[in-house]
C-alpha cells in the first residue's frame, strides 16, 4: 500500500513540482492534532489513488520554506498540484468524501 | 443490513468516550463513530486545568488518548466515519456513514460542537491566510507579528495567553467590556504585558491580498468604525453544536442543540444525547463525562427493557 512520502525544502521541487501526476501535499508538524486527525484520513486515500496521484507530507516546523513560498499560515493544509501548480487548497480537518471530491475533480 | 449493535455512540469527545467505556463495561456491543481523532474538541487544548485528578493541569491531546485508552481497554469498538444520517422511526435505529450502514437498538449521541464562524467578509477567503480557528495549530506561523484573537470567553483567553509566545503583540476585541471568561484567565491575561484589550468593538470585515492585513471594526457604542493592522486573526467566537444532519428528526432547541430531560432522553425512546450538544450543557469536559455516564446508563436500561 502506498504511503505520503516525506518531502522536505530540498526535494520539494524534483518530487512535487516535476511529478507526472497530480500530486498532494499535507503541510502538517507535530503538535497539531488535526494534523494527526486528518493524516490517516490521507494514507487511505495514498493507496486508493496509487498511480493516479502522488501523495506527500511535509513537515513545516522542519521545512519553513516550502510552507512560506506557498503562503501557508494554518495546519493541516492540503495543497494539491497539477503540471507543478498549486490548483486547490483545502485548510482544516476534513472528512474523506469531501477529499475524493477535490482528487476526483482533478482528475476529471 | 449491514453490522448490527445494541448501542451506537455518535461523537468520540470525552461524552462519548466515557459513555463507550461504560457501555463496554456493561458488556453491550458498542460501536463508536469517530469522524476525526478520539478526543474531540479538546485535543486542540494546549492545557486543561480544570479537570480533577491532573492538579497540574494535562494536555487537551494526551487527556483525550487517555480516554480513548481506558475505553478501548473493555473492548470499545470505534470506527473512522462521518454520520450522514440517522433513522430513529423504528425500534432498531439506522446510522448512515460515508463508509456504510450501521443498526442497533439504542443510540447516544455525543457529536459535540465545533467553532462558530463570525460570517464576517473576508472571514473564508483568508482562512488559512491569517484567518484561523486553532490558536495551538497555527501559532507558530505568527513569530514577532501582531494579531487579533476574536472572542472573550474561555477560548478566547486561553488562545491570546498561548499566542503571547511567539506574536509580539496579541490584540483582544470583544464585543462587550467585560469577560465572559473565568477569573483566573481574566487575570492572567490581564497581566500579560503583550496583551491588548479593544472593548465594546466588533470586526466588521477582514482584508488582504493573499494573506490576511487589516481588520476593519467598529465601536458598538459609538458607532465609530476603526482600522487595525494585523497579520493574523484568531477566531474564537462559541461554539456551535454539530446537528446538522437532525434537523426532523430529534427536538432541536433554536440554537441547534438536541432537546434532552435530566435522564439524557431524547424525545424518540431509545436515543439519548450528551454532552456539548444537548440543550442547557455548561460545554465543559467535566460535565460531558458525566452526561456520557448518565447516557449509557440508561441506554443500557432500555436495551434490557425491550429484550
Redesign the interface.
Known sequence: MAEPQHVDDSSFNQVVIEAETPFLVDFW?P????????A??VEELAGEYEGKIGFGKVNV?ENPKS?TEY???????LLLFKDGKPMT?I???R???DLKKHLDSTLN | MDDSYQLIIIGGGPAGLTAGMYAARSRLSTLLVE???P?GQI??AELVENYPGFPEGIS??ELGSLMEQQARRYGLEIA?A?VEGVDVTGEQKTVRT??GHYGATALIIAGGSEYSKLGVPGEDEL????????A???G???RDQTIAVIGGGNVALNDAIFLTRFASKVIVVHRRNELRATKILQERAFNQPKIEFLWDTVLKSIEGE??VKLLRLQNVKTSVESSLEVS?VFIAVGLKPNTGYLGGVLALSPEGFIVVNEQMETGVPGVFAAGDIRCGSPQQISSAVGDGAVAAINAEKYISSIL
Not at chain 1, 503538535?31 to 486528518?38: N, V
Not at chain 2, 482562512?127 to 486553532?134: A, F, I, K, L, T
Open positions: 508538524a503538535w497539531c492534532s488535526p494534523c494527526r486527525a486528518i490517516p484520513i516546523d510552507a503562503g501557508i499560515r494554518s495546519i493541516p493544509t487548497q485548510v482544516g480537518l472528512s474523506k468524501a | 469522524r476525526g481523532l478526543g485535543v486542540n487537551g491531546a473512522m462521518e460515508g463508509e482562512r488559512g491566510r491569517g484567518v484561523s480557528y486553532c495551538t495549530c497555527d507558530a506561523f505568527f493573499g494573506q493574523g
